[in-house]
């Protein structure tokens, strides 16, 4: 009796997941129009006519009609909110190491709108600008993280009396950010101290952060340092390192996340669309319920690989340290593996126990599931009920136009040739 029904379980799946697919492409085609910019190096934008100041103490407003120059870094402190109003932009210097940091108190509130969004970029001059030409934004929350340590210092070199993020306010509102484009940011000071698009430190579930665009960052474009702020409407473009980061038990859910790759850009060490560490292994955590918890859906994942070098990419997702994954409609691509696991996961157990994937699509040139455990169970399992391209396909053959600089349309082009994981 259960072989009778299979056809028909399966057939209702399929028409499930091609309605769902349908929506993403429907709601990915619509929150992107009219703020983004995926040519960032073309614009002209004003020059500065006002230099922010390296501390700021009290509340402050940057208004639309002036163009600011942030040069070295600058700290808002002393519980000071510092607002922006929508379409102001600010220039960054690029000979001084130049990052906002919104110490632990304080408030950044960035609302920019579809038709004026808040602008973060290089002063270089239009067509030479490059990744890493300043530092990020830095936003100190006092939320939590699994960390021994209930507080701990933000990476990169900035003021020790500045530096602190971490502790008990799980609800605490810290920032409220939204159609806000940060371009050329980012920078690998060394291995235990980078400086990333926009780095999130320990934020409360009451923050606010969506319709966020990072083009080229040096370092990761996203990273979440423990926390529980839900996020929707990113995109991260050409990073050169991972595009969505978590770490220090960050417990929450992104919705309507796009993550776009180029096979030549990656770090030495290894870049992903999404990297995952339940905690600090140097550091160990404080119970296994602290592990760092992530529910993703609707994300496009996509690395612009085709048959000539496809061969320089890795996994889409890289889960290390016991991190919990739970993915609902993402579509992959172009890259060489779904997910790869590090040696913490031990059984295949642990794995369903960590990570789970359904109702989406994959597109990858290897083996789909990469782990370190020696279970005699075939791990692809760990995918059933997804479908997958029967042969890898370039980004230019599974997607409408995902190469247009103005804007790149992600809808598959059929439905025809996948096969579903059983």
Not at 330 to 349: E, H
Not at 374 to 403: E, G, V, W
Request: proline content about 3%.
């Amino acid at each position: 009796m259960k072989l009778k029904n299979t056809p028909t379980i399966l057939f209702c799946f399929l028409s499930f997941l091609a309605f769902s697919q349908k929506e993403i492409d429907n709601n990915q085609m619509n929150w992107i129009k009219g703020w983004t910019n995926f040519d960032p190096n073309q614009s002209e934008y004003p020059e500065p006519e006002e230099v922010l100041p390296n501390i700021i103490d009290g509340n402050s407003y940057l208004r639309n009609d002036v163009t600011y120059l942030m040069s070295g870094n600058v700290y808002v402190i002393n519980n000071a909110t510092l607002t922006i109003e929508e379409g102001t932009i600010i220039r960054c210097d690029a000979k001084n190491a130049t990052s906002l940091v919104i110490t632990k108190g304080s408030k950044l509130i960035a609302r920019g709108s579809k038709g004026l969004p808040i602008v973060f970029t290089s002063n270089k001059a239009q067509k030479s600008r490059k990744s890493g030409d300043w530092g990020g934004i830095i936003i100190a929350g006092s939320g939590t993280i699994n960390s021994p340590a209930v507080s701990k210092t933000i990476e990169g070199n900035f003021l020790p009396q500045y530096s602190s993020y971490g502790g008990t306010q799980e609800n605490e509102l810290t920032t409220m950010m939204s159609y806000v484009r940060i371009e050329y940011a980012g920078k690998k000071i060394n291995q235990s101290k980078e400086l990333n698009g926009l780095s999130l430190y320990a934020l409360g579930s009451n923050s606010i952060i969506n319709n966020i665009m990072i083009s080229y960052s040096a370092d990761d474009s996203f990273e979440c340092f423990g926390g529980s702020v839900n996020m929707s409407n990113l995109i991260s473009y050409k990073a050169k390192d991972d595009d969505y980061d978590f770490t220090l038990g960050y417990n929450g859910e992104l919705d309507n996340i796009l993550a776009i790759r180029h096979p030549y850009i990656s770090d030495i060490s290894g870049s992903y669309a999404i990297e995952a560490d339940g905690y600090d292994k140097k550091e160990g955590f404080i119970d296994i319920e602290t592990l760092s918890n992530i529910h993703i859906k609707n994300a496009v994942l996509i690395n612009l690989s085709d048959q000539s070098n496809y061969k320089h990419t890795k996994a889409a997702i890289s889960s290390k340290n016991l991190a919990k994954l739970n993915l609902t409609d993402i579509r992959i691509s172009g890259f060489a593996n779904v997910v790869k696991f590090d040696k913490t996961y031990k059984s295949y157990l642990d794995l369903q126990k960590h990570f789970l994937l359904e109702n989406s699509v994959f597109n990858v040139h290897s083996k789909s599931v990469l782990t370190q455990h020696n279970s005699a169970i075939n791990t692809d399992q760990l995918l059933k009920y997804n479908m997958y391209t029967n042969h890898f396909k370039s980004a230019a053959d599974l997607f409408t136009d995902p190469f247009d600089e103005k804007k790149p349309i992600f809808t598959l082009k059929d439905s025809e040739n996948y096969t579903v994981m059983q």
